[in-house]
Structures are given as structure tokens and as C-alpha cells.
């Protein structure tokens, strides 16, 4: 790893390269360096670490490592050194919410990073046909969901592969074409909850075993918040599937984690998950009951992104891989 006091533009490609790298042995070691680089070389971050009274000198491991609030990606420009972003993801919000705001300079880099996270899991892109069901989305600019699945429709080479909106009789056709066609290729259907849900209650269809069906989260205030088991249930039973996939990423991270099974998240190399108690921003890392999750995504750094960020509440024990429910009340996002 270079040296922090040495990280400029001109190298900031070497950075790139050693965190690529990433494995789950070294996993500690570059947190640590990232940790040291960010606090010398982020303005927000380092303002943070000192108002705890904390330093590099009094870190000695990753569970020690100060995690950055949420709301800061809200009010501050959270990024280390002097750049100008090539994109700005924002979150969803509600209407009359701050947004936050993730900068990245190179959008790119994002899309190949997400599509080699999701090939880790699946199969290549290219032997798939990826059929997106997103509304709210697509309606608003500097969603980082629609970004990534751009490039997915891009990256499969299918002229069966597409957006859709609320045109749910046209996706009902592509879907019966596909179950005829019958290709080899597996079918990704990915969509919102709540996109899904108002899916299905129109057209109730047996899916082959070609389909995924993969859930994002997100009622958005369009139905009611449900846990995920019910969700997954309802559509397991309108689809005939076995399992429903849930991908889960946020505005604020580089990198996605997937559930195949039994919406039990699996983590990958470029991301750590940790949980404290409820009521002590400082505490040591907990186990085996509900806490405030924070997460470690080394996929943020190498595009010089802060990485110390997300937290809220699970209602679920934590567990390796780990396992996400939201409390059903909407808006689950928690500021220390």
C-alpha cells in the first residue's frame, strides 16, 4: 500500500490496483491503510475521528475504526482529495428529504465493479437475458440501481433485455417469449418490491427454472412495508418459484452483497459487516442479537470515496453470511 502522505493523483492508480487485489486474508490490512490514507486525506472524515477524540495511533484493528455517520453524506461533499465527480448518485428520499450524495469520478469503474460482484455469484452477464422492473427510479436522475442495471442490459448482448416502467402487459410478453424461447440462458428479473408485487397482482405466471427473480428492497411509500419473508412468500406463490434473490446496495456504498437463499445475505471481498449496540455508537462489535449494522466497503476507496458509512437497524440476529430484515415502519436509515 503507498504511503498516505504520498497518495496524490498521479498514483492514485497504484491505490486502485493493490485494492483490487482484495482478498479475505488481506482483508484487515488494507481497511487499516485506507483508514490511515482517509484520515489524512479526507477533510469530513477526519474532522469526525478527532471530535471522538481518536487517531491513527490509538487504531489498532478494524473493530476499533471509527464508522462515519450517514448524515454526512447528506450535508458534506464526502470524498478524499481534490476532484471533480464524473456522476453523483443520490438516494430515493422522500418528497421534502436531504438526499444523500455519493461522488465518483469515474461511473465506469462502478458499472464493472457491480457486474463483477454479481458474476462472483451467478453466471456471466452475457448468459443472461436481464429484464428490470423499476419505477421511481427510472423517473428520477442519479440513481446508482438503474446505473448498475444499464450496464447489465448492456452487458448481456440480448435484444430481449430491457427496462420497463409500469408497462407490465409488454413485460408479460417478453416473459411468455423467453419461457418459449427457452435458450439455455438464465433470465434475470430484477425489481423493486413494490414494482414486483404490483406485477404479479396483474399477472400471476409460472416461471421456469430459467427465471431469478431478485428483489432490490423498497416500497417507497407506494405499499406497505413488509419484512422480507412475506415478501419473498407472496412472490413465491404468485410465480411458482422456489426462492426469491435480493440484492442489496446503497447509494452510499461501491459494492453490492446477494441472497440466493433464504434471504441470507452473502458478503464478498471488497466488504466487511459489523453490528453495535443500539443505544452506544462506540460499542464493540456484537453478535447474535439485533443491533445498528455498519459496513466496511473497500470497493469506495478505490475511486477515492469514503468508506466508512452506512448504519441501520436490523431486526434479525447477525450471522456469517449475514442475514438483513427491515423493521416495517418505512424508513430504517439511523445517524449515531
Same mark, same amino acid.
Request: net charge negative.
Given at each position: 500500500m503507498p504511503?498516505?502522505h504520498k ?5 492514485i ?11 479475505i486474508?488481506n482483508?484487515?490490512?488494507?481497511a487499516?491503510?485506507?483508514?490511515r #490514507? ?7 472524515y ?12 490509538k487504531?489498532n484493528?478494524?473493530n476499533?475504526?471509527p464508522f462515519?455517520?450517514i448524515?454526512?453524506f ?30 465518483l ?13 454479481f458474476?462472483?455469484?451467478? $453466471?456471466?452477464?452475457e448468459?443472461?437475458?436481464?429484464? $428490470? ?9 442519479g ?5 448498475m $442495471?444499464e ?12 427496462f #420497463? ?7 408479460r ?9 427457452n435458450?439455455?440462458?438464465?433470465v434475470?428479473?430484477?425489481g423493486?418490491?413494490?414494482g414486483?408485487?404490483d406485477?404479479?397482482a396483474?399477472h ?6 430459467q427465471?431469478i427473480?431478485m ?5 417507497k ?14 412472490l $413465491?406463490?404468485a410465480?411458482?418459484?422456489q !426462492? ?10 461501491t ?10 445475505f ?7 459487516v459489523?453490528?453495535? !449496540?443500539?443505544?452506544?455508537p462506540l460499542?464493540?462489535?456484537i ?5 445498528? %449494522? ?15 458509512g ?7 440476529? %447477525?450471522s456469517i453470511?449475514w442475514?438483513?430484515?427491515f423493521l416495517?415502519?418505512?424508513d ?5
Open positions: 504511503d498516505q497518495i496524490n493523483k498521479d498514483n492508480n497504484l491505490l486502485r490496483s493493490v485494492l483490487l487485489k482484495a482478498t486474508n482483508f484487515e490490512s488494507l487499516m491503510s485506507i483508514f #490514507y482517509q484520515y489524512g486525506n479526507n477533510k469530513i477526519k474532522a469526525w475521528v478527532q471530535s471522538l477524540n481518536k487517531s491513527p495511533d487504531i484493528n478494524i476499533q475504526i462515519l455517520p448524515r454526512f447528506k450535508e458534506h461533499a464526502v470524498k478524499s482529495g481534490n476532484w471533480e465527480p464524473e456522476i453523483i448518485f443520490e438516494s430515493s428520499g422522500t418528497t421534502g428529504q436531504q438526499r444523500s450524495r455519493h461522488l469520478d469515474d461511473k465506469r469503474f462502478y458499472q464493472h465493479h457491480s457486474a463483477s460482484l458474476e462472483e455469484h451467478y $453466471c456471466p452477464i448468459n443472461m437475458h436481464v429484464l $428490470c422492473l423499476l419505477p421511481s427510479y427510472l423517473e428520477r436522475e440513481s446508482s440501481l438503474v446505473a $442495471c450496464y447489465f442490459v448492456d452487458k448481456s448482448q440480448s435484444e430481449h433485455s430491457g #420497463y416502467l409500469y408497462d407490465h402487459q409488454s413485460l410478453k417478453k416473459i411468455d417469449l423467453l419461457q418459449q424461447l435458450d439455455g440462458k438464465q434475470l428479473l430484477i423493486v418490491a413494490f414486483l408485487l406485477f404479479v396483474d400471476n405466471i409460472a416461471l421456469g427454472q427465471f427473480v428483489e432490490t428492497g423498497g416500497m411509500g407506494r405499499r406497505e412495508e413488509i419484512i422480507r419473508p412475506a415478501l419473498h412468500e407472496m $413465491c406463490e410465480t411458482g418459484i !426462492e426469491v434473490h435480493s440484492e442489496y446496495g446503497m447509494t452510499e456504498l459494492s453490492q452483497a446477494y441472497a440466493l437463499k433464504h434471504g441470507v452473502e458478503s464478498n471481498k471488497f466488504m466487511r459489523f453490528a453495535r !449496540e443500539i443505544n452506544d460499542s464493540e462489535p453478535f447474535n442479537r439485533t443491533g445498528v %449494522l455498519k459496513i466496511i466497503d473497500l470497493g469506495n476507496n478505490i475511486k477515492r470515496e469514503e468508506n466508512f452506512k448504519e441501520f437497524i436490523v431486526a434479525k440476529k %447477525l453470511p442475514a438483513i430484515d416495517p415502519n418505512g430504517l436509515i439511523f445517524t449515531q
